[in-house]
Nanobody, 125 residues
């Protein structure tokens, strides 16, 4: 069964850290471009970070630059989103997505074939 399963969400205080994991099954993440999206209550989904054909120099939205880091473990077929210095405005449901590797960055959902179920991240004191 082809799927992405997310884990690692929860509630954290401002300034804290969380690490989201997105484990793939039924396909190999090695040749996939990866993206993390999020959707806050009452807001549209937005792209947080993405890669293209390699993980070198991923793209990050301005509000998370320097705080979030995308990475992957090929042996575990899993991608991660390290989130540090969390802020209340980071509160959202986070989704990972995978699609064919490409030479450009994109948050167009049509470029991603596989999606995780979404996981809640809440930043609150």
């Amino acid at each position: 069964q082809v799927q992405l399963v997310e884990s690692g969400g929860g509630t954290e205080q401002p300034g804290g850290s969380l690490k989201l994991a997105c484990a793939a099954s039924g396909f190999d993440l090695r040749n996939q471009a990866i993206a993390w999206f999020r959707q806050a209550p009452g807001k549209e989904r937005e792209g947080v970070s993405c890669t293209k054909d390699t993980d070198n120099n991923p793209y990050y939205m301005d509000s998370v630059k320097g705080r979030f880091t995308i990475s992957r473990d090929y042996a575990k077929n899993t991608v991660y989103l390290d989130m540090n210095s969390l802020k209340p405005e980071d509160t959202a449901i986070y989704y990972c997505a995978a699609g064919p590797s490409r030479w450009f960055f994109t948050f167009d959902p049509r470029h991603y074939d596989y999606w995780g179920q979404g996981i809640q991240v809440t930043v609150s004191s």
